[in-house]
C-alpha cells in the first residue's frame, strides 16, 4: 500500500502562483510515475503533469506555467504553478503508479478567483 499526502491548495488570484506538495509514504518502492491531475467541476478528471524517470509531461494547457519535480530522498512530488488562470480552478490530485497498481490522494482544492 502507498498513502498519498497533498498540501499546498488554497485561494489566490489570477497571476498568482501555488506550489502543491505529495508526500508518499508506505510500500514506496518502484513507484513510478508520480504525478498531478486535476477535476474542475462538472469535467473530467485530467492530467496536468507527470515525471517518470526524469522525463516530465504536461497538459498543453499548462506548459510554461507550471513544473513538476521530484524529490526522491524525500518520496515527494511537487507541482510549482504560476501564472494561474481562473480556468485552473480545480481539485488537484497526487497520482502515483507502483506497477500495474495505480494510487491517488485525496485531492487538494485550487481556487484562483480576484
Known amino acids: 500500500q502507498v498513502q498519498l499526502v497533498e498540501s499546498g491548495g488554497g485561494l489566490v488570484q489570477p497571476g498568482g502562483s501555488l506550489r502543491l506538495s505529495c508526500a508518499a509514504s508506505g510500500s514506496i518502492f518502484s513507484i513510478n510515475p508520480m504525478g498531478w491531475y486535476r477535476q474542475a467541476p462538472g469535467k473530467e478528471r485530467d492530467l496536468v503533469a507527470l515525471v517518470t524517470n526524469g522525463n516530465t509531461d504536461y497538459a498543453d494547457s499548462v506548459k510554461g506555467r507550471f513544473t513538476i519535480s521530484r524529490d526522491n530522498a524525500k518520496n515527494t512530488v511537487y507541482l510549482q504553478m504560476n501564472s494561474l488562470r481562473p480556468e485552473d480552478t480545480a481539485v488537484y490530485y497526487c497520482?502515483?503508479?507502483?506497477?500495474?497498481?495505480?494510487?491517488w490522494g485525496k485531492g487538494t482544492l485550487v481556487t484562483v478567483s480576484s
Open positions: 497520482y502515483v503508479r507502483k506497477f500495474v497498481i495505480t494510487y
